[in-house]
């Protein structure tokens, strides 16, 4: 199955600060997501981004299939923005396949 | 519009007791997935439907595990009998094709004592 590897595990940043979240994996896939999980263990989904590039406010990412990893950028971060940041490829037969996440804490 | 809606959001059970799962996908949404995250852990898929048939299972443990969908709609997750390393959250997840976004409910948070 698909291989995926998020960077960094952890990541605590002060209210304002900007951030980079990375994905690789180790195969081709029919489609990414990226999602935010909550502290009540909701999964919200941020973008569906197979490849290039969205933006949705504050946040954006950028999917390069043919070197198989995806960016999210967080900018202006804010207190809501914590919780875990989860990396999916995949989808067709084989659903998705999650990495282990990105742990973040937004301070005051 | 709905979300996918799942029940119970918690459970309690003591080992060896059966127990299941309910999920309700969007409505249009031909793809149902039952995934289970472990605490600390990214989701991981145990089944996938196509309408009402299970396409692919192939990491349901399925000496106590079992998953249908009737009608291809609702869906239900057993375990029979629980184990204690059963404790975890149960994820329902839906897309109108195999190939389209994925929309997760609120999960199943099951701890087996």
């Known amino acids: 199955g698909i291989q995926v590897e998020q960077s960094p595990p952890d990541l605590i940043l002060q209210e304002g600060a900007n951030s980079t979240l990375r994905c690789n994996f180790s195969d081709s896939v029919n489609n990414l997501q990226w999602f935010h999980q909550n502290p009540w263990g909701q999964l919200i989904n941020l973008f569906y981004i197979p490849s290039g590039t969205k933006q949705n406010g504050r946040l954006s990412a950028t999917t390069v299939a043919t070197e198989r990893y995806s960016l999210l950028y967080i900018s202006s971060s804010q207190t809501t923005d914590s919780g875990v940041y989860f990396c999916a490829p995949g989808g067709g037969a084989d659903g998705l396949t999650f990495g282990k996440g990105t742990h973040l804490i937004i301070q005051p | 519009e709905a979300g996918v809606v799942q029940s119970p959001r918690y459970k309690i059970i003591e080992k060896k007791q059966p127990v299941a799962f309910w999920c309700n996908p969007i409505?249009?949404?031909?793809?149902l997935y039952w995934y289970l995250q472990n605490l600390g852990q990214g989701p991981e898929l145990l089944i996938r439907?196509?309408?009402?048939?299970?396409?692919?299972d192939s990491q349901l443990p399925k000496d106590r595990f079992s998953a249908e969908r009737l009608k291809g709609v609702d869906s239900t997750l057993k375990i029979q009998p629980a184990e204690l390393g059963d404790s975890a959250v149960y994820l329902c997840?839906?897309?109108?094709?195999?190939?389209?976004?994925?929309?997760f409910g609120p999960g199943t948070r099951l701890t087996v004592l």
């Open positions: 997840a839906s897309s109108p094709d195999p190939y389209s976004e994925q929309f």
């Open positions: 439907y196509e309408n009402e048939e299970a396409v692919d």
């Open positions: 409505s249009g949404h031909n793809t």
